[in-house]
């Protein structure tokens, strides 16, 4: 019987080594699906929603921790906000530091469908040079696997 890797240790099937470069560039831009909004108003995650405000097909943007589950059928989309000053986030507010050089995502049960796709490992994104899994595969494209 072969032994699972540690927790939060890369594989062959996920690779990604949790420096958090990913979630630190491009975790202001954070645009979730309305499923998965649709689950954190499921489960009351307020501590999520309030980071997010929905642009409605008529009037103004919402708070999402307004929305109700039957108002998600005519929202055009979604987009991260400072819940403090109503602007642009410019980190992503829940991406947790563990460690020196090791990040965790504080919602990984539910992060956005956006998060859970993102692989640079897989589609060989050669301006992620920085990428310690990447840089691994020699920038070279997983896909198709």
């Known amino acids: 019987m072969t032994e699972s890797p540690p927790e939060g240790s890369p594989s062959d099937d996920e690779p990604c080594e949790q420096c958090g470069l990913c979630c630190r560039i491009f975790g202001p831009g954070i645009t979730p699906t309305v499923p998965n909004v649709y689950v ?30 039957e108002d998600l059928g005519i929202v055009v989309s979604f987009e991260m906000r400072n819940t403090e000053t109503g602007e642009y986030a410019t ?53 198709p696997l």
Not at 91 to 120: E, S
Request: hydrophobic fraction near 35%.
């Open 91 to 143: 980190v992503c507010p829940f991406l947790r530091r563990v460690a020196k050089t090791r990040y965790l995502c504080g919602i990984h049960t539910v992060k956005p469908d956006m998060c859970w796709n993102y692989q640079p490992w897989v589609w060989g994104e050669t301006y992620f040079n920085r990428c310690p899994s990447l840089r691994r595969t020699g920038g070279k494209c997983r896909w």
């Open 40 to 69: 954190w108003i499921e489960q009351g995650r307020i501590d999520i929603l309030k980071w997010f405000v929905a642009f409605m097909e008529r009037g103004d943007p919402v708070p999402c921790t307004r929305l109700k589950k």
